[in-house]
């Protein structure tokens, strides 16, 4: 089954002989429309409703002793269920390119990735692991992810070296706050400036400028990483193929300190978004949209 990189009906058509779940159609069919509308940024899923984030109860450093444990905990956990859905075949990395832009993360740094899965961020961590100075990969995610879901994912989304970003000022000052300590001790933060997720979407979407604000103020590089799909053989429990990715890790881009910070932020961003229009033609065979 060929996805059309122009638009998703053709692949909603296809998809209603082959099976496809319900809310997966809905999903695709709302990502249709949001795609002619240009409103890249909005949620696609059918997600409960988002429990407001009361930022103060958010250890953001994971300083206290039962954080660790559960962090530690956590992150085994996460660890053994993504590693068993690649083994099982359900999760495919077919390749990972670029390692020799890994050095960019030696003295902190921001890694930016294009947002398509549950578990995109295992297959940006499983790329970069042995690249990571302090070893862990902390991850900015949706209020609503954080305080909402619920089981093993809840859990995850609550302890995998998780930084919430909250809807409110003050919350998003300590977020802010958080991850200008984190760089600053050589952590590595992946954040997803497309803001929302969209299921199995190949293309970059518009960024946000947050975390190029971050990057500059903190005068660390952004890794850029972009992530390709290509149809596998066999279908998952929801009727679609099994997509095999590539990993592509990008050159890094460095601030400019040249620039005020806003004009440097800017630039960040504008220069990471090219480099993922130059990753998606080169992988596409297909010019991107403006």
Not at 92 to 113: H, M, P, S
Not at 176 to 182: E, F, P, R
Request: glycine share 6%; with cysteine.
């Amino acid at each position: 089954m060929e996805l059309s990189q122009e638009r998703y009906e053709p692949l909603i058509s296809v998809c209603e002989k082959n099976g496809l779940a319900d809310d997966r159609r809905e999903v695709l069919e709302k990502i249709a429309r949001l795609e002619r509308e240009k409103r890249f940024d909005v949620d696609v899923e059918n997600d409960p409703p988002t429990i407001p984030l009361d930022y103060a109860k958010v250890d953001y450093l994971g300083e206290k002793t039962f954080s660790k444990i559960k962090t530690a905990i956590a992150n085994r956990m996460g660890y053994s269920y993504f590693s068993k859905l690649i083994k099982k075949g359900h999760v495919i990395i077919e390749g990972v390119e670029g390692a020799q832009y890994l050095t960019a993360l030696r003295d902190g740094a921001i890694i930016t990735c294009n947002h398509f899965a549950v578990y995109d961020n295992f297959l940006v961590y499983k790329a970069v692991e042995n690249a990571l100075p302090k070893g862990r990969l902390y991850k900015i995610v949706r209020e609503g992810n954080y305080t909402s879901l619920k089981g093993l994912f809840g859990f995850l989304m609550r302890n995998c070296n998780t930084l919430p970003l909250a809807s409110d000022a003050r919350g998003s000052m300590a977020l802010m706050k958080a991850v200008s300590t984190l760089l600053s001790r050589g952590e590595t933060v992946l954040i997803y400036p497309e803001q929302a997720m969209w299921w199995n979407y190949r293309k970059p979407r518009p960024f946000k400028t947050g975390g190029f604000i971050m990057a500059q103020k903190a005068g660390v590089p952004v890794l850029p990483v972009f992530v390709t799909m290509r149809d596998g053989d066999t279908s998952g429990a929801d009727g679609y193929p099994v997509q095999k990715h590539t990993v592509h890790i990008m050159p890094p881009v460095y601030p400019d300190t040249s620039l005020p910070p806003k004009a440097c932020s800017e630039k960040m961003r504008a220069d990471t978004f090219e480099s993922y229009r130059r990753k998606y033609r080169e992988a596409y065979g297909a010019e991107l949209e403006s």
